[in-house]
């Protein structure tokens, strides 16, 4: 396709009217669906199902009643699963409830109420900064927004955060406190971290002492396309004498059922030690039933991979519509970039700066709704108003592809209706 | 049985030398019992094990479904099962993860870092204080201890905490932020709060706008001989026009399955609204289909009404022993004072001053665990020594039995031995 960019005012013009014309024939289809979350389809979570034909084994390895009072950081044979699955050692784990966000949110807020390392609680600071590669997360930018944390957003590149960017920033200033990273297929532009990247997080100089790393692996078995390994991070941490840098959490919401799946943490012995003695102020213990659930439904963690390659399976056809549909429609129009992901739940597309809003407020009218545009970036604020997050797992591949033929049209639209203002 | 404390320096002596043979004859059985913590024996949890047959129907009358993402304080109809179980509007209600404490932690973490009621975060205060009605819940204390607040123990009286002096301290120090209640079988003494009681708790005028009741409600439901009505504390302080007064809790952990049960927590609508909006930055839900779980179990508040029965049936052999063997060994003696409680998981025996921690570790000698003398106060301090918490439902009946008959030895022996260290 030619580059719209390059079309003439009069060109764009009839594009515009051609346009305008199939978007109304959109608008009068009265469409309703949804793309905004990434919630996996029901026809994915019937995938399953067999979770409720398991009647737990209550009685652990080692004799314990998991029906009753106790056991404050997880089953020892839960943590045997999730040690062979993500080459984390048991001891420097801890198994949580049902929600990793509620793991990191807490993480946080007890470095705020009791400090962490033996520094300082950050409560006490006048200022405390995290940085935010961006696109990214908005959930991971609501909860440092909550504590009051000044974000300052990061670029990404396709090997993960601008690191000489993030290097030099954290040398600098001990008031930053943290980075979020989702290290792996990130959201939403699906980027993996480069060995290169993970070693220079784990072994960079930085100038507070408590700097921490928000180590959120939540697609850490999540392929679509292709498996990418990871660094070790709590290794490489450890090997360069920051072992208490990083925190490192995952959970099963993505593989069994979000919101009542299996959370973990994990991180440096003496950052566990710290993080129990708060926790067993906190709780007598997590829902072992569910722990254990979790782990004969699965039996090991071989059996997680074979699940995530039914899930991989089934996802795959949706991720095919969403990259299909824009190489199709936008490939060579100037009007948006996208990188193809290997993994995970989110296509993240850059439209013409200035156009996100408009693309998602056209699809909205249209009866599609995407993630707001600006979600992505901290406090809600994309400064090119460029990035849409696409949320392929929900719809049916049927309403999905009417919603990218829509959102492809959108993008069309708003970026040819700014060609015509800057004219 | 007459009165030890009125023998003779002679007749102690002689009984001392009696008692000493009995505890050495106990030793030589190398018992070990555990009756320290409020656990439900394994047959008491047989009686739930109908839980694990439950195939949860996923989907929610609003048409949910709860598999997925969502529902932040949880679905509608499990609000429903405890509004009709507690009498508490569903609007002013959260369904929270496994652990009532978990959530009272929460609730005093959120009053530090952000504040309560439109008032200044408490971690920016110089000085928290709380009232501890004593002997109380060793974990509140734990929770209270954590957050560094002062705690200010409050003598108990039959119908709650000593109300008098509760309502004098808060009218005069506005650093008392709130306090401890178990208000029906309170733990450990099973005192059930008088009408009076509540409605004064409710009507106080504090010095402390912010001032909060923390309500745990853990033995709402748990009745053993004879079930107690409790006044509506959250009717009370709204009619007082304290509406923001009280944070209640509740929890199925000692209905169903400790540590995989459902919680809840109601308040007024402002601290619902203000607790949600925090909520949502920690959480996206907790686990729904435990939720459901629960419910499709119990299938309305009265089949959980009826499950108590059975329940109270299971533990009333036990409290039995308890008090028939207090009665027969230690009534009359002068050595130790209790009160028949109706309900709830604990008998609490008072020793003759000075007698508590050496009847506690006189018992561990010969092998039977018991709470920790102490531990029913304020940073582990009895500060009269008297207190020990026994808890009957663990153990069988036949260890039951063993354990109460060397308990009251241990108690005759180290209150003999105190009498003729005075002489």
């Known amino acids: 396709m030619d580059a719209i960019t390059s079309l003439s005012v009069e060109q764009l013009k009839e594009l515009q009217k051609d346009l305008q014309e199939q978007y109304n024939s959109y608008k ?10 990434g919630k996996p389809s029901g026809e994915q979570l019937d995938l399953s199902n067999k979770m409720f034909d398991v009647k737990v084994d209550y009685i652990t390895q080692d004799g314990i009643d998991a029906r009753n009072y106790g056991i404050l950081d997880g089953v020892l044979e839960v943590k045997n699963l999730f040690s062979d699955l993500l080459q984390i050692p048991e001891e420097q784990m801890i198994i949580g409830g049902n929600s990793s966000l509620n793991m ?12 962490t390392g033996g520094c300082m609680p950050w409560s006490k600071l006048p200022k405390v900064k995290f940085l935010c590669p961006a696109p990214g997360y908005d959930r991971h930018f609501t909860v440092t927004q909550e504590f009051g944390i000044e974000m300052i957003p990061i670029p990404m590149t396709a090997e993960g955060p601008d690191m000489d960017l993030v290097e030099q920033l954290v040398l600098e200033d001990d008031t930053i406190k943290g980075i979020w990273c989702v290290p792996l297929y990130s959201n939403p532009q699906g980027i993996c971290y480069s060995k290169e990247t993970v070693k220079r ?11 921490r790393i928000m ?26 004498g920051n072992e208490n840098r990083v925190f490192y959490f995952f959970s099963t919401s993505k ?27 906190q709780t007598i213990g997590h829902d072992k039933l569910n722990q254990l659930r979790t782990l004969q439904f699965f039996k090991n963690a071989q059996g997680i991979l074979e699940h995530m390659d039914i899930l991989a399976k089934a996802l795959r056809p949706k991720f095919d519509i969403v990259l299909n ?33 408009e693309t998602v407020a ?49 993008v069309k639209l708003a970026g040819v209706n700014k060609l015509l203002e800057m004219k």
Not at 329 to 341: C, S
Request: glycine residues 8%; hydrophobic residues 40%; contains cysteine.
């Open 325 to 357: 549909t824009l190489q199709r429609e936008l490939e060579g129009t100037g009007l948006a970039f996208w990188t193809n992901p290997d993994g995970g739940y989110f296509v993240a597309v850059d439209t013409l700066e200035g156009c996100a809003k």
């Open 215 to 240: 180590w959120d692996n939540a697609y850490g078995v999540h392929y679509v396309y292709k498996k990418h390994e990871l660094e070790d991070i709590l290794k490489a941490a450890k090997e360069s």
């Open 104 to 115: 990191m949110y807490d993480t946080i807020g007890r470095c705020f109420l009791f400090g």
């Open 255 to 281: 593989i069994t059922f979000p919101g009542s799946g299996v959370a973990l943490m994990a991180s440096s012995p003496e950052n566990i030690s710290d993080i129990k003695k708060h926790m067993g102020a």
């Open 201 to 211: 997080l784990a072994s960079m100089k930085t100038a507070a002492k408590d700097f």
């Open 362 to 410: 056209l699809a909205k009218e249209a009866g599609v709704i995407l993630t707001s545009a600006g979600a992505t970036y901290p406090y809600g604020n994309d400064p090119k108003d460029t990035n849409i997050r696409i949320a392929p797992s929900y719809p049916t591949c049927e309403e999905l592809q009417v919603a990218m033929d829509l959102f492809c049209l959108c």
């Open 28 to 37: 009068a289809r009265n469409l309703s669906l949804d793309m905004s979350r």
